[in-house]
Structure formats: structure tokens, C-alpha cells
């Protein structure tokens, strides 16, 4: 209730309850800001170290480098990073999960596969090997096509799949 108090040569009206609810809610909104200009800071909403994930350990054969949050038919890049194969074989097979095919579209692949084999459930990207085999980074390129999770899995052939997930914005 506001209140005529007489201060000096001034009456002023004054409701002390009100401001006080008035700079609380002040203060929850401005803590409000600050926490999301730092999570876009931390790249929740863009390219930052809350974006950036990787799955797999770096001693494995292979582990990949992705984008966890990205956005709508924007270029997500994936990169796989394989270690020196030392089965002397002259083709190094990935395979990938067609559901993860289904909600993002290629774009390139570095470098490019010698060929592509489809399956039910899979496409194997065939690359030929150096001799003697590298260390190797496959880069892959990707449109999501669907908001939302998405969920991928890349797999060697006879070893474990790599699965991970990718939040696409709006």
C-alpha cells in the first residue's frame, strides 16, 4: 500500500513492500542473463566446449571428434581418427548406421571413400590403405535434416561400434 510520507520539502509516495519485490525480480533476471550469455559463452548454442565432444578413447583403433549440439541443416563436421591398421590389408572399412542416414544428409567425405556398400542396417565406406598403414583422420560432413536427437554409430569391422548423439536446434 503506497504511503505519503513527508521527506524534507518533499512528499513522495512510497510502497516499500513493491520495491522490494521489484528488485528481487530484478535480480532473478539479471542472473537469469548472465546464465545464458555464459552457457552461449560455453557453446551451448553455437561452437564452444559444451558443443564439442568426442567418443571412443584415443587408444583405441578408433575414436571420433563431433559437434554434440548443432543445428538445422547447418554443416556438422564428424572426424574419425584411426590408428596405424597393422593387418596389411590395402582397404579400410567403416561402416555407418542408416538411422543416422535417415536424419542428416552427407555432404563430403575427406577423403573420399575408393567406394560405398549399402546394407539393411549399414553403409560401408571402403578407403584404400597407404603401405605401410598411417595413423589416419576420416572427415566426414554432415546436413542434419530432422530437430531433435540423433543418434550415430560408426563401427570397424569385427570391433565394438562407436555410438553417440547429436542434438539438433531448430
Do not use: C
Not at 557453446?43 to 568426442?54: E, I, T
Not at 554443416?75 to 535417415?102: G, P, V
Amino acid at each position: 500500500m503506497s504511503v505519503v510520507e513527508r521527506h524534507g520539502d518533499l512528499e513522495i509516495n512510497e510502497d516499500l513492500e513493491f520495491q522490494y519485490r521489484a528488485w528481487k525480480r530484478q535480480k532473478t533476471a539479471w542472473q537469469i542473463m548472465a546464465l545464458v550469455l555464459l552457457s552461449a559463452l560455453l557453446g551451448l548454442f553455437g561452437n564452444g566446449p559444451l558443443s564439442d565432444a568426442k567418443a571412443g578413447r584415443k587408444t583405441d583403433k578408433m575414436w571420433i571428434e563431433y559437434e554434440r549440439l548443432t543445428r538445422l541443416q547447418s554443416l556438422t563436421k564428424i572426424q574419425i581418427h584411426l590408428l596405424a591398421d597393422t593387418s596389411n590389408q590395402q582397404e579400410l572399412r567403416i561402416n555407418l548406421n542408416r538411422n543416422y542416414l535417415q536424419d542428416s544428409q552427407i555432404q563430403q567425405i575427406t577423403p573420399p571413400p575408393y567406394y560405398v556398400e549399402t546394407g539393411q542396417k549399414q553403409i560401408t565406406y571402403v578407403f584404400r590403405q597407404t603401405q605401410p598403414p598411417q595413423p589416419t583422420t576420416l572427415t566426414f560432413y554432415f546436413q542434419p535434416e530432422r530437430i531433435g536427437i540423433i543418434n550415430a554409430e560408426f563401427q570397424l569391422p569385427k570391433e565394438k561400434p562407436i555410438k553417440f548423439k547429436q542434438f539438433v536446434y531448430p
